[in-house]
């Protein structure tokens, strides 16, 4: 599987009626979230941070939390950081053991659409405190410095600090005596626009997270996906796409095209193309953070055969969206490409498509 660079179509910023075009709405995002989700801490009255992609509306967003065995609700405080509002805090007025669970509610402040999550965690006496990760700025491009501290992780131990929803690597550092850390990355080039978790996790199972807002982030926003297979009938191959949108933008007109391989006879795909000059296309009005995918498409062939998928996409900003929230507007294609596949040999198994 190889997967290859965005090429940038064109940027739209000049044109004024895409610009401010309304676009469809969506939800908030959870990025980060501290104490992390299955965590178990001591039986204190403990503070939850929760880091959202969108800005959220202090009235409407909620959070509760409630006890796994009986139902009984928890007495709890919630905030909407008004100098940050994508940022939620919940705070325990109580503490007892057991497990609970937290239930967010988020709404978005511009647009009103709303987003609902869960996770768990366990309140009991021999708990320790948990790690926790600061970053020495809120907003970075790539390319630019970050200084991030971790405390109470693990002692002299291995920690793996990761950025973006693919978790790509920043560095590997080693905690003292006390399972603190200081380390100096810069932002990788290849980090999308966006609120983009933060995260570290040593070799004995801690972690904590964090946020950081990427003002610039590196292309491609879209990563397409071309996977090769054999089957599932002798004779046949069959190609899986899929797609993640890394970053913020909220993509529209997403259109999936795969060109039929040469001297391959198309058979069937799922979900249903439409079929174009020897092209399978698929359509998405509007793809949000996160991915999208399988599509499958197979075909007849008596030789090795290469899949390749061209994906266009375009982004238009919102009314009354700020340029750290939309970004600007533009259209954009991408193309994956597979490795080489060979058909299923005579007297094969049917194979199974997963």
Known sequence: MRRTLIRIVAALTGLAAMSCAPVFSAPPHLVAASPVDGVSLPVERQ???????????????????????????????????????????????????????LHWHAVDARSAAAADGEQDFTLQDESMAQPRLQVSRATADTGEKLEIVGKGFAEKCLVKVTMGDDQVNLTTVETNVYGDFDAETRVPPNVSFGIQPLSAEDTQGGAAVTALQVRWGGWPPLVAFTVGQPGPRPGEVTFALSARNRSDYLLERVRMVLSDPQGAMFLSAYPRPERQNATSVWEIPTMDRGAIGPFRATFRTTGAVVGRMRIEFRHRRALGCSDDECGPAFVSESVSESTEVTPAAAGASPRRQD
């Not at 796994?68 to 928890?74: R, S």
């Open 47 to 101: 503070t939850f941070d929760l880091m959202f992609n969108r800005r959220l509306s202090a009235s409407a967003t909620w959070i509760s939390v409630w006890r796994e065995d009986d139902g009984a609700t928890m007495a709890t405080e919630t905030d909407v950081d008004p100098q940050n509002p994508r940022h939620a805090q919940v705070r325990l007025l109580e503490a007892a053991r057991g497990t609970y669970r």
